[in-house]
């Protein structure tokens, strides 16, 4: 029997990794080769992505992926990322600047120059994507008077980047170009509409191609570096790192709904069509495309961020602080004793959180959290209500049932927050896998490939009789999150649709 190995390069916010899945018709099981930190830098005030560093961890995972296979071999190698950032090339390849980060400022005053070229509404019905202030285009309007744009060839989303420096072949994939709010989500096509209206040349962007299509080879020094044979192929996979977490929701029926909380929270719903309602626009609901057709009907939270961030500053400040140990702690604190709003575009930016979900509190007449314990229980109340939310919300825009949620992504470790979204939500939580996305990237390889058949029904019963999962009932008094709900008023955790 042929054996297949196919390696995912799954590059999160907060970490890179590279994954090995072996895929069989009834096996599938994943070893991590290698892992490495995400760590963003400041240059001469903007934030950018060490582009360079984790295209090395990318290696150096490959690498780590030849020597745990036999003869080195792998079937392909498929590649997702964090959405919407991309770096600029000149005509013969060169990278024309460093990548910019997502939580940058340069794209603060770009919503209201959008908005004075086609209104919020109008780009809504075009794009069916929800407001998050650093969409590609509006990345792409605050940059307009750069040199680096006005020189550029090509534009390459992250991840097209990183197989075109693994093949150098140049393609946009589908569900990753649906963040940049230039895609149609009715035609999965660009919106010439959109781009016209902005001044965005959409030639810039390399053709179309999706998930499980050809994306090239290693190239010869590729080749060399990791130790991998040739031909070792790409393959394109759901390479927004969400759309491939979504493949990887282990759902056994169709009413399900999904989170997938990493970095960000990301609840939501696969729908086969968009819904492009004005109650969906003043809901801030996203309608990015998914693998197989779908559409990925969701809302962005802030997410596991929010603690992160806590954490950093604590421990720049001297303090001491051990994960599992404040969230022992925490599970002890008191219950919904204060909560923020965990869609509030106010925590994307770094740097001082606790201090932002203080004046959250006061603001809203709440205690505020004395200790690091209570503010963590502050941000996972938070983000339970704010999950809660999120999958109401989407069940009622859309006309459909919820019966299950499924936790994906590294918060599956976060016993407390997987327990309190089922309290929240009132409805048993299914948690796992941590490593969704890159399960979903080898899942989708592996059918192009041919070791597995299927629909995404097929994928998700493969992870389910696989993968170790946990579920959570739903536990305590249900009033008490609409009581905490009614704190923040009626504009809460829409993240403030335009
Ligand atoms: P991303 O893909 O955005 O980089 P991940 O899906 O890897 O993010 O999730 C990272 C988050 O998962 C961390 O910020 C942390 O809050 C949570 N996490 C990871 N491991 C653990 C653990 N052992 N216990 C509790 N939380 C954890
Ligand atoms: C999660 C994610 C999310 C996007 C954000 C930029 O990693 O891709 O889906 O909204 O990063």
Do not use: K
């Not at 150098?168 to 149609?184: F, H, P, R, Y």
């Not at 919300?393 to 919820?402: E, F, K, N, P």
């Amino acid at each position: 029997t042929t054996e297949h190995r196919f390696a995912a390069v799954d590059l999160g916010a907060s970490s890179g990794r590279v994954i090995v899945g072996e895929v069989a018709p009834d096996r599938l099981t994943l070893h991590e080769a290698h892992r490495f930190p995400n760590r963003p830098t400041r240059v001469l005030g903007t934030l950018h992505w060490n582009i360079l560093s984790l295209y090395q961890g990318v290696l150096e995972g490959l690498n780590a992926a030849a020597a745990h296979t036999a003869h080195n071999r792998l079937t392909s190698i498929g590649i997702d990322t964090w959405a919407v950032d991309y770096g600029l090339l000149a005509a013969d390849g060169t990278l024309l600047a460093n990548p910019v980060h997502y939580r940058d400022t340069r794209t603060t005053g770009a919503a209201e120059r959008v908005a004075a070229a086609i209104p919020p509404p109008a780009l809504y019905a075009a794009t069916g994507l929800q407001h998050l202030p650093f969409n590609t285009i509006y990345q792409l309007v605050a940059a307009r008077a750069t040199p680096a744009l006005a020189a550029a060839h090509r534009l390459l989303l992250i991840p097209d980047l990183i197989a075109y420096w693994l093949t150098g072949e140049a393609g946009t994939e589908l569900t990753n170009a649906s963040t940049t709010q230039l895609i149609d989500p009715r035609t999965r096509s660009w919106s010439t509409q959109v781009a016209d209206a902005l001044g965005i040349d959409l030639s810039l962007f390399p053709p179309l191609r999706n998930p499980g299509s050809p994306a090239g080879h290693l190239l010869p020094d590729v080749l060399a570096a990791t130790g991998l044979p040739h031909p070792t192929p790409v393959t394109a996979v759901g390479s927004h790192d969400t759309a491939s977490a979504v493949v990887g929701v282990p759902a056994t029926t169709p009413d399900f709904a999904y989170i997938a909380t990493g970095t960000w929270s990301l609840a939501g719903l696969e729908l086969d069509a968009p819904v492009l309602t004005e109650a969906s626009r003043a809901a801030n609901f996203t309608n990015e495309l998914g693998v197989d057709g779908t559409v990925r009907y969701l809302r962005n939270i802030m997410g596991l961020w929010m603690l992160q961030e806590c954490l950093r500053t604590w421990e720049s400040t001297g303090g001491e602080h051990h994960l599992p140990t404040l969230l022992e702690a925490a599970a002890e604190a008191t219950p919904l004793r204060s909560v923020v709003d965990a869609g509030d575009p106010a925590f994307i930016a770094p740097d001082h959180m606790p201090d932002r979900i203080a004046d959250a509190c006061r603001r809203t007449g709440q205690p505020v959290p004395r200790t690091p314990a209570e503010t963590t229980r502050c941000v996972l109340d938070s983000l339970a209500l704010a999950h809660r939310r999120a999958i109401e919300d989407a069940a009622r825009l859309s006309g459909r049932t919820v019966r299950t949620v499924h936790i994906v992504g590294g918060g599956v470790h976060n016993t407390l927050l997987c327990q309190l979204t089922a309290d929240a939500c009132g409805l048993p939580v299914v948690a796992g896998p941590a490593e969704a996305a890159a399960l979903g990237n080898v899942l989708v390889q592996a059918r192009t490939a041919g070791a597995i058949t299927g629909g995404l029904t097929d994928l998700r019963a493969l992870l389910h009789s696989t993968q170790p999962l946990r579920q959570y009932e739903p536990t305590g008094d249900h009033s008490a999150w609409d009581r905490a709900a009614a704190r923040l008023g009626d504009a809460q955790v829409t993240g403030a649709a335009t």
